[in-house]
């Protein structure tokens, strides 16, 4: 049974940082696609970041800059290190993973990714 847990979710001011982490277990081959996607209130899941296993990222444009996605194969974890937070990052944020590779096709949709953590909470206060 294939697992993503997210963790380091919390509350913090604007202009704050903080790191979510996103532990997968129970592959029996890896995933070529791994990201990060986040439910504000009232709105629809959105893409953040994805990584594939050579590093190749990509970023939702509110968190170009910002936000920075990266991996470790050995402990299969991605993590999401976020800067410069805003009150309108404030969501729930899912961790997810498919096998088709990040560069076929979109990488934001969430219909295309079939693996989903129960989330962890980000709050920023203004």
């Known amino acids: 049974q294939v697992q993503l847990v997210e963790s380091g979710g919390g509350s913090v001011q604007a202009g704050g940082s903080l790191r979510l982490s996103c532990a997968a277990s129970g592959y029996t081959y890896s995933a070529n696609c791994m990201g990060w996607f986040r439910q504000g209130p009232g709105k629809e899941r959105e893409g953040v970041a994805v990584?594939?296993?050579?590093?190749?990222?990509r970023y939702g444009d509110s968190v170009k800059g910002r936000f920075t996605i990266s991996q470790d194969n050995v402990k299969k974890t991605v993590y999401l290190q976020m800067n410069s937070l805003k009150p309108e990052d404030t969501a729930m944020y899912y961790c997810a993973a498919r096998w088709r590779d990040c560069n076929s096709g979109s990488w934001s949709k969430t219909q295309d990714f079939p693996i989903w953590g129960q989330g962890t909470q980000v709050t920023v206060s203004s």
């Open positions: 990584i594939n296993p050579y590093g190749m990222t």
